[in-house]
């Protein structure tokens, strides 16, 4: 079984839900009281395809401007870019487009975009219209979806989304390979010891564990 690992980061204004979302996947939980990101965090989950297994190693970053020029340490490196605004606050919508500019000047490989409008529960306080964000999602090549990570709706569709356009690239022609990491984890005896081959593991469609998640400081300033 082919088994491909990528770098997943998570960018989006300060409050969209992207912490709420990767919480709710990797945690199966919603936390009422989550605390704004702190320079960013790191979760890793799993999730298996028929043609590969996935590995995805998620950066989280933090919404508040102060921590917005420690991006690009997070997005450089990224196979896939998890772009997430808030559908009951139209200028978060406007914030992806300057994150998708910015992705374009300095990423230079391919890179999965999913386009996520989150909090779809407060339908009654919406701002952007599920037309527009699919639109703007064909026009920048990613794919769209609208989910609550509260109500625990679209969340699995986004990672299997981005699972899928990381097997993809990866099975692309060489000269698009990024920096995926790509292996046959049997022939290659490369497996490791948080992928096991049981059975039960091969059962389920999909493994999230938070690995650990990291508050990093940013730089002190002089
Ligand atoms: N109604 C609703 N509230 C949500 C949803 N997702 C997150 N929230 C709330 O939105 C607020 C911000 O959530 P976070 O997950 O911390 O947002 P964030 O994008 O990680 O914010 P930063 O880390 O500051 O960038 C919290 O009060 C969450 O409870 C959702 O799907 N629906
Ligand atoms: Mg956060």
């Not at 043609?51 to 690009?72: C, H, I, N, Y």
């Not at 808030?86 to 300095?106: C, G, H, S």
């Not at 679209?154 to 000269?175: M, Y």
């Amino acid at each position: 079984m082919r088994t491909v690992e990528g770098k997943v980061v998570v960018l989006g204004s300060q409050g969209v839900g992207k912490t709420s979302m990767i919480v709710r996947y990797v945690g199966k939980m919603f936390n009422h009281h989550i605390n704004p990101t702190i320079g960013a965090s790191f979760f890793t989950c799993k999730v298996n395809l028929e043609e590969a297994r996935v590995k995805l190693q998620v950066w989280d970053t933090a919404g508040q401007e102060r921590f917005r020029s420690m991006a690009p340490m997070y997005y450089r490196s990224a196979n896939a870019a998890l772009l997430v605004f808030d559908l009951t606050q139209y200028n978060t919508f406007t914030a992806i487009k300057t994150w998708v500019n910015e992705l374009r000047r300095n990423i230079e490989g391919p890179m999965v975009l999913v386009l996520v409008g989150n909090k779809s529960d407060l339908e009654n306080q919406r701002k952007v219209d599920p037309e527009e964000g699919r639109k703007y999602a064909v026009n920048i090549g990613a794919t769209y979806y609208e989910t609550s990570a509260l109500q625990n709706e679209g969340i699995e569709q986004v990672f299997l989304a981005i699972a899928i356009g990381l097997a993809k690239l990866s099975s692309g022609s060489r000269d698009l390979m990024t920096s995926l990491r790509v292996y046959d984890s049997v022939s290659s005896g490369l497996s490791s010891p948080d992928m096991p081959l049981s059975p039960s593991s091969e059962e389920s469609t999909t493994d999230k564990s938070i690995a650990f998640a990291i508050q990093e400081r940013p730089p002190a300033c002089c």
